[in-house]
């Protein structure tokens, strides 16, 4: 875990700053490609191979004296049940001993500190450390995060059904649904069957409705939804991360104007403008 933070964080830093130097030099679709090494890195658990100076190298005295630290610093101790029978010290008393080295009854002497043990219920404790208690925080923190995802989209979901209605469109493949009241914007929804949801606005207009149905479309060819669910997985996992937070809002903003260069590609230059107007106002 250690070794994903640190490398995902530098990772994280080197895109934004590629990001911004260059940002009119490369596509929009390459700037949001370049967030899935990022997803591979925060997502694949894998050690990367060991080099003689790196930034993981430079830092593993830090990270091992803190994680030590953690280990051995002592939040409380629990009490466990006792064994059923623990074996106390032996304790001895002298033999009569004859010539000869043996006993009285003509058996060898017992060796010095055998002599009738007996036993009784130890009591054992769990030490519970820092470390102990980090990772439960970690793990509530994942269940919450899971558990909130899981119940926005679903309500969500739900909403749609029920506002919903069929809405023919001409030249899209995917299905298209106009939702009369409570949806803010146009968006592409579902993962295994994704569907296109329109506003009362965008209807009202048929170049509207074109640059719309163009960028919805671009989503789905690019994904999206898919890319939506992993990134929730990640801010799940590492909701304690905040640069995994703006690496979510940046990548989800780049995916938007990859989905509006797209658009562009499809409809024409000439609508460059409108498109722009709609999905960056």
């Known amino acids: 875990m250690r070794e994903i933070l640190l490398t995902s964080s530098v990772l994280i830093l080197a895109v934004l700053l590629l990001r911004r130097a260059f940002r009119d030099r490369i596509s929009r679709r390459a700037q949001y490609v370049l967030w899935a090494l990022v997803l591979v890195r925060l997502l694949v658990p894998v050690s990367l191979p060991g080099a003689d100076f790196s930034v993981l190298s430079a830092a593993e005295p830090v990270g091992r004296t803190v994680t030590e630290r953690l280990e051995q610093r002592e939040i409380y101790r629990v009490p466990l049940a006792p064994s059923p029978m623990g074996t106390a010290p032996q304790v001895t008393s002298p033999a009569p001993q004859i010539e000869g080295g043996g006993s009285p009854s003509g058996e060898a002497a017992a060796p010095s500190g055998g002599e009738e043990a007996f036993s009784y219920p130890v ?5 519970v450390t820092a470390a102990d208690l980090l990772t439960v925080l ?26 919903r209605a069929p809405y ?3 030249n899209c493949r995917y299905p298209v649904y106009l939702v009369e009241a409570g949806l803010p914007s146009p968006c592409l ?6 569907a296109i949801y329109l506003t009362p606005a965008v209807v009202t207009s048929p170049e509207r409705l074109r640059h719309v149905l163009a960028h919805e479309t671009a989503h789905a060819r690019h994904l999206d939804p898919l890319w939506s669910l ?23 903003a780049d995916g938007e104007l990859a989905c509006d260069e797209a658009a562009i590609q499809a409809l024409g230059e000439g609508e460059r403008i409108p498109t722009a107007k709609r999905c960056c106002p």
């Open 189 to 194: 929804f579902g993962l295994f069957r994704p």
């Open 168 to 170: 023919a469109a001409e």
């Open 138 to 163: 970690w793990l509530i923190g994942i269940a919450a995060m899971a558990v909130w995802f899981l119940v926005t989209n679903l309500r969500f979901w739900q909403k749609l059904r029920r506002t």
């Open 230 to 252: 992993l990134r929730s997985v990640c801010l799940a996992v590492y909701w304690f991360d905040p640069l995994v937070w703006i690496a979510a809002a940046v990548s989800k």
């Open 123 to 127: 009591i054992r404790e769990r030490v």
